[in-house]
């Protein structure tokens, strides 16, 4: 964190992690460099019985639907010098009897609600989906030389390689094709089977037809130049 406050120091750094970041060292850490954080708890017996004072029965309940409630209180576990914010996530699926309770320590202001911060600490979970995408299809987490600075490069470059198969996938596929991987992406684009055939008056390059085959990217890109122009600046820059 000292390298990213002094190399970027304009920068809003969000520290977002499973139950397994939970501890204390964590918290001060973010508290000492004043970043925020968003990290899940695991459930323990203290914790359930603050989110059960919460949760109402009465004779009336609708018990044929979803209930979802948020909460938000302060908490300081046996480990903790201070009290933290912990947000509370209550939900009854339809037919269930008891409610199912998650918990988020943050170091958000009350003025961010616990649904907020819920929502905040879901967006995790794509991320890592595209991380590990990076990592498996452009060696993104490939960090073989000792110095910083290299790994550092490296790592830009892999991004920009992801990045531009992103901007292939979201300007030039057609919808049912925008959700393939991206090693589905390079077999079926990069290493597509072609043929050339010369005639009296033409070259032809023959391809397999395919959602995402290289004829048919070229073609969007020679239909919209202009929108791939753009893409490809803000890529870039």
Sequence with gaps: MAHYNQTIPTTDILVRGDSGFATPDVYDLCDLYENQYVIRLKANRNLYRLAEEFVFYDNHHPWDEKEVYYHSVSYQAASWFKPRRVCIRSTREVGELLFKHSFIVTNFS????????FETYNKRGTMENYIKEAKNSFFFDKTDSPEFLENEARMMISLLAYNLVNFLRTLCFEPKSKGL?????????FKVAGKLVNTARTNLFKT?????SPTRVLC?????PKDSAIHLKNLVY
Excluded at 110 to 117: L, Q
Excluded at 220 to 224: D, L, P, T
Aim: hydrophobic letters at 35%; glycine letters at 0%.
């Design 181 to 189: 991987q991206v090693n589905t992406i390079r077999l079926r684009l």
């Design 110 to 117: 009350e003025n961010i609600s616990a649904k907020r911060v």
């Design 220 to 224: 969007r890109i020679q239909e919209n």
């Design 208 to 212: 397999i037809e395919l959602p995402c």
